[in-house]
């Protein structure tokens, strides 16, 4: 039953008691003012409700639009023209923090730096120079050697330190200095072979060392 034939059915209840003289006098108007008031009331709290699910919704959607349009901080630095902290826009990219920072310097090495990077807030964008690039190109090539160095257990006779050489039978002190010397003047040994035409390493010293060293050129 719907609340339209509800209210029929419980005004006919009551007309009928009415002319039974069963009803108090002024009953009918109390209940029809007592329905009125509980519908007006129902449809208050429908309103109400309605309004706040609508408030609910307008609150989220503001802070998913605060957080698209939120900020970030990066710091950059190295070979820049104004290496600092810089505020940028959420989804940012490298470059325009580049931008901010005076652009590169002339001797950055920019192949190094990809400026389509997308930056997020607490970045550190550092910019090496040609020299750093290159010394660290040498660093890890030499950290490789080495490695390879302790794998096969020889000695690569064209970066050993004096050290390393002296630990080669019948290297001492002045053949170690001997063998540095030689390779820094003639670029480096293309065999290992060469060793001896260093002053004082014959062909019994070569016999002796021949299986502990190798050339990495």
Not at 57 to 64: I, K
Not at 138 to 167: F, H, P, R, V
Not at 176 to 181: S, T, W
Request: proline content about 1%; charged content about 25%; overall charge negative.
């Amino acid at each position: 039953m719907n609340k339209l034939n509800k209210t029929a059915y419980m005004l006919l209840l009551w007309a009928l008691i009415c002319l039974s003289g069963c009803a108090p006098k002024g009953s009918t108007k109390m209940y029809l003012d007592a329905k009125v008031q509980t519908e007006e009331t129902h449809e208050k709290k429908k309103s109400g409700n309605k309004e706040t699910a609508q408030q609910t919704v307008s609150d989220e959607n503001g802070g998913a639009d605060a957080a698209q349009s939120g900020s970030c901080f990066v710091y950059v630095c190295g070979a820049v023209n104004r290496p600092g902290v810089f505020e940028l826009k959420t989804g940012s990219r490298v470059y325009e923090a580049i931008a901010l920072a005076g652009g590169l310097r002339k001797d950055a090495y920019s192949k190094g730096l990809n400026q389509a990077a997308q930056i997020k807030d607490g970045d550190m964008i550092e910019v090496l120079t040609k020299k750093e690039h290159k010394e660290q190109t040498e660093e890890t090539k030499a950290a490789m050697e080495s490695k390879e160095e302790l794998q096969d257990g020889l000695i690569d006779i064209n970066t050993a330190s004096k050290e390393e050489l002296m630990t080669l039978h019948g290297i001492g002190q002045a053949k170690a200095a001997d063998i540095i010397a030689y390779r820094e003047s003639s670029g480096g040994f293309q065999t290992p072979e060469e060793i001896m035409n260093v002053n004082g390493i014959g062909e019994g010293v070569y016999a002796r060392i021949q299986d502990k060293i190798k050339v990495i050129r």
